[in-house]
């Protein structure tokens, strides 16, 4: 809030003139989106930020003071026709007046283009501007950072040692942070000095770890999401235990990447619900094991294809509600297990007891047997001396793929590629499955080709069913 007797709050607020039309579309679009991703926004539109010289701009900014909850910082190597350094000492300006707002500022260093004349390709250097100092800028939002209750943050890790580490009324409620130009980390991190009062969602992209020195987390964080990991997650610096606790995360969501097993087998989340992952399975299974907690949601993606992981996974998982995964196998004993769960009073054989979505891309191996699918649902009765099934599942999506191995002929010395098919689905179990569907169970099991609930009349029954 601008402090009484603001100039800029007695100023009446003029029609703009013909020059300034060219901003309206701009200050419309941000006054109707208060919270902008700047990494995720076109450069172009960052130019309403960088002209805030614009009287009429200023006296909107005042207007609406509840536009300003959030810090949006954009720093980046974009070329920009103008003075900067102006824009940079004027922006900082109105933040001191009007509070909250979002920053940008754009450089370019030696950019070049290539120009294609008569198929050659030639290179020039485009004019660049002068080297500018983004102290003031970087002033003006630390001396704000304490009041933001959303931070977001997309500059170069050039630029982080501006950033003030020794924040102690820190009150943001989501940090977002997001390294601009690279992959490789600055030795300088950026983390509040009391961890007490630390957000309670955290968003970091192309940000590892010890840059943000993930360990300041335990207080409050509750929900993380970290893309675009990259390999020195092997080389976190972690407790003498080994282990980072972060005993109030419930949603840690990480984005598809191959180094994110690494960060996996370094947590303990005693609070956990919600996983998001596609670390490899056997890391997540030691993570739930360690952490004891009762993830109930699960989004997984199995990059290799292990028949046996994600059988003891779910074995740590008894109040998992919702089950997502791809790429997996599942086997007869896999499939048995759910059957023998689904009719058994003995809660020491429970086994995913509360399920309610089962959505699985995956494998069925030669052996499966499709009459464990349909023991998931409450086909017994107390009459025929078994309870009915007490999970209540009310989504089932599964999607078969067809297995592509190689076997050797030793008579034709050769390997040979032999597709493998999902097995056939005998009749009563498809009419048992149509007739849950029809019930209001929202069932759909597909092969590579239709739905195997609905097959095409063309195809043969002696083919594809087996008999009754």
């Known amino acids: 809030m601008p402090p009484p007797g603001d100039p800029l709050r007695t100023i009446p607020r003029p029609e703009p003139d013909q020059s300034d039309w060219r901003w309206r579309d701009q200050i419309a679009s941000v006054v109707s989106k208060p919270t902008p991703r700047p990494w995720y926004t076109n450069p172009a539109s960052q130019a309403v930020v960088l002209a805030s010289v614009s009287q009429v701009w200023r006296q909107v900014a005042i207007s609406t ?18 003075d900067v350094e102006t824009y940079a000492k004027v922006t900082g300006d109105w933040l001191n007046r009007s509070g909250q707002l979002p920053i940008a500022l754009w450089t370019h260093e030696g950019l070049r283009e290539t120009d294609v004349l008569s198929g050659k390709g030639s290179e020039k250097e485009i004019q660049t501007q002068p080297d500018i100092s983004v102290v003031p800028l970087f002033e003006v939002l630390n001396a704000h950072l304490g009041r933001a209750e959303r931070l977001e943050i997309c500059i170069p890790k050039k630029y982080f040692p501006y950033l003030n580490t020794n924040v102690d009324a820190l009150v ?7 390294i601009a130009d690279a992959k490789e980390p600055h030795s300088s991190p950026f983390a509040p000095t009391n961890t007490l009062i630390s957000p309670q969602r955290l968003v970091l992209e192309r940000v590892p770890p010890h840059l943000v020195k993930i360990a300041w987390m335990p207080a409050r964080v509750v929900d993380c999401k970290i893309t675009c990991i990259y390999k020195h997650f092997g080389q976190i610096s972690t407790p003498p235990t080994g282990v980072i606790t972060l005993p109030s995360l419930k949603t840690l969501v990480l984005d598809p990447t191959h180094y994110e097993t690494n960060l996996v087998r370094c947590l303990t989340l005693p609070a956990l619900e919600t996983l998001e992952s596609r670390s490899k399975f056997s890391a997540i299974t030691d993570m739930i094991r360690r952490s004891q907690c009762k993830v109930r949601h699960l989004v997984l993606d199995g990059d290799e294809w292990y028949p046996n992981e994600i059988h003891p ?41 509360r399920l309610r979505v089962f959505d699985v891309h995956a494998e069925l191996e030669e052996s499966f047997e499709w009459a464990s699918i349909l023991a998931l649902f409450p086909l017994m009765t107390e009459g025929d001396g078994l309870s009915g099934s007490r999970r209540p599942l009310s989504t089932l999506h599964l999607i078969c793929v067809t297995i592509c191995t190689e076997e050797y002929d030793p008579d034709e010395d050769e390997r040979i590629e032999r597709d493998i098919s999902p097995p056939p689905m005998q009749k009563q179990v498809m009419k048992r499955l149509r007739e849950l569907r029809d019930s209001g169970i929202d069932i759909s099991i597909e092969n590579d080709h239709w739905d195997l609930l609905e097959p095409p009349r063309w195809l043969s029954s002696s083919d594809e069913l087996e008999s009754e």
């Not at 003071?65 to 103008?82: E, H």
């Not at 943001?172 to 997001?178: D, G, H, V």
């Open 313 to 353: 996974l779910l074995q740590e998982t008894p109040y998992l509600l919702e089950l997502h995964v791809t790429k997996v196998c599942i086997t007869a004993a896999l499939g048995e297990h759910l059957a023998t769960t689904a009719i058994t009073t003995d809660p020491r054989k429970e086994f995913l007891p």
């Open 65 to 82: 003071q509840s536009l300003w909850s959030t810090i949006s910082v954009n720093v980046g190597c974009t070329p920009w026709n103008g």
């Open 172 to 178: 943001t409620r989501e940090l977002e942070i997001s």
